[in-house]
């Protein structure tokens, strides 16, 4: 089975602080997601990466940032933690090819900032 | 731009009976399709999805969903409800690339 971990359930932040939160795969895939699910929205994508050191801005990416050193992690980082991005946060990965391609999540990590 | 609607927020449902969760998209050809589930804490599992041929998909825990080409929809069913279905329920699209685009959800409650 796909399994997506990400490294915490729950994060308490203050505002100001770089917030890291970690996103780790085991089956290879090239493709990982970074996604922001808030009540009545959905999910919103704010990065994605394709490969290793490749990424590409999603619908949502203002004061987010994201690392991909190695094939199997993906990070995202809020620079400089702020009240509204307090929301769950969701890591997705999927094999390369396109059009296609199913998602595997990850359980979540739900940040508050206060 | 492609957009994915799902016009019911939260569906209320006896234990027992039919269910069916709505999704409309928007697009100028045939996406590839998906219903995803949420359980309450947990991240998303896929249910079932649309690539092409058969309208009429079969997905796990007796999940179903019938793609209507002239309706733009891509509802789901299921025809008897257990209380461990209780959980968000999200229609998907994806138009070619990368991207994949969600509903905002629904979210399904089931009284005993």
């Known amino acids: 089975d796909v399994k997506v971990t990400q490294s915490s359930r729950y994060l308490v932040k203050r505002t100001g602080e770089k917030v890291f939160l970690e996103c780790v795969q085991d089956?290879?895939?090239?493709?990982m997601f970074w996604y922001r699910q808030d009540p009545g929205l959905g999910l919103r994508l704010i990065y994605f990466?394709?490969?290793?050191?490749?990424?590409e801005k999603g619908d949502i990416p203002e004061g987010y940032s994201v690392s991909r050193e190695k094939k199997e992690r993906f990070s995202l980082i809020l620079e400089s933690a702020s009240t509204n991005q307090t929301s769950m946060y969701l890591c997705?990965?999927?094999?390369?090819?396109?059009?296609?391609?199913?998602?595997?999540f990850g359980a979540g990590t739900r940040l508050s900032v206060l | 731009a492609q957009s994915v609607t799902q016009p019911d927020i939260h569906i209320t449902v006896s234990e027992g009976a039919s269910l069916e969760l709505r999704c409309n998209y928007s697009?100028?050809?045939?996406?590839?399709l998906f219903w995803y589930v949420q359980s309450p804490g947990q991240g998303l599992q896929l249910l079932l999805k649309?690539?092409?041929?058969?309208?009429l998909v079969q997905g796990i825990k007796g999940f179903e969903a019938e793609f209507k080409r002239s309706q733009s929809s891509f509802n789901l069913r299921k025809p008897s409800v257990h209380w461990s279905d209780a959980a968000e329920y999200f229609c998907?699209?994806?138009?070619?690339?990368?991207?994949?685009?969600f509903g905002a959800g629904t979210r399904l409650f089931v009284k005993a």
């Open positions: 697009y100028g050809a045939t996406p590839y």
């Open positions: 089956m290879d895939h090239e493709n």
């Open positions: 998907a699209v994806q138009t070619g690339g990368f991207k994949t685009i």
């Open positions: 997705a990965s999927s094999q390369r090819q396109t059009g296609s391609n199913i998602q595997y």
């Open positions: 990466s394709y490969d290793v050191k490749m990424k």
């Open positions: 649309y690539f092409s041929g058969d309208t």
